[in-house]
């Protein structure tokens, strides 16, 4: 059993950058990989960020490509997603999501086993 606990979301003004965490307990697998989505009211959940535990290679939406960095530390069983330059339609629950088995396709929902409760990011225009 993994749980994923998401945190440090909040309201921001447009342009300025907020710095999501999601810390693992439970559980954890080496050869996992994590990831952010994030779902606006009424819309369907998109991925954002994801990262490779072993190796820490990166992938990311186009939409955030050039503001967003995802990172982990392994030790805190921890992911981090910095967001920069943020735009009103970045507001979203932002969700951390487990993938135990590392498989390929790391934008797609369905891949993730595991996943945390979602943190509000609200920006402001």
């Known amino acids: 059993q993994v749980q994923l606990v998401e945190t440090g979301g909040g309201l921001v003004q447009a342009g300025g950058s907020l710095r999501l965490s999601c810390a693992a307990s439970?559980?954890?697998?080496?050869?996992?990989?994590m990831a952010w989505f994030r779902q606006a009211p009424g819309k369907d959940r998109d991925f954002v960020a994801a990262i490779r535990w072993s190796g820490g290679t990166q992938y990311y939406a186009d939409s955030v490509k050039d503001r967003f960095t995802i990172s982990r530390d392994v030790a805190k069983k921890t992911v981090y997603l910095r967001m920069n330059s943020l735009k009103p339609e970045d507001t979203a629950v932002y969700y951390c999501a487990l993938d135990r088995e590392s498989r390929p396709l790391v934008t797609l929902g369905g891949a993730y086993d595991f996943w945390g409760q979602g943190t509000q990011v609200t920006v402001s225009s």
């Open positions: 439970g559980r954890t697998f080496s050869g996992h990989t």
